[in-house]
């Protein structure tokens, strides 16, 4: 989470993140060249946090 989440969507409450602001992430990360299984992964660490 803070290798990743945290650097990209910094100080922002968890209530202002939209599924936008998701999708955008989600996309910036498999640019990066990560892997969807990590994608998914990080999807459902923040659907457990939101």
């Not at 990743?4 to 409450?13: C, D, K, Q, V």
């Not at 599924?19 to 992430?25: G, H």
Request: contains cysteine; charged residues 20%.
């Amino acid at each position: 989470m803070e290798k990743h989440i945290t650097p990209y969507f910094g100080l922002l409450p968890l209530q202002a993140i939209t599924t936008k602001k998701l999708d955008d992430f989600y996309n910036y990360k498999l640019g990066m060249g990560l892997s969807s299984k990590t994608i998914r992964e990080f999807h459902n660490l923040l659907r457990n946090c939101i």
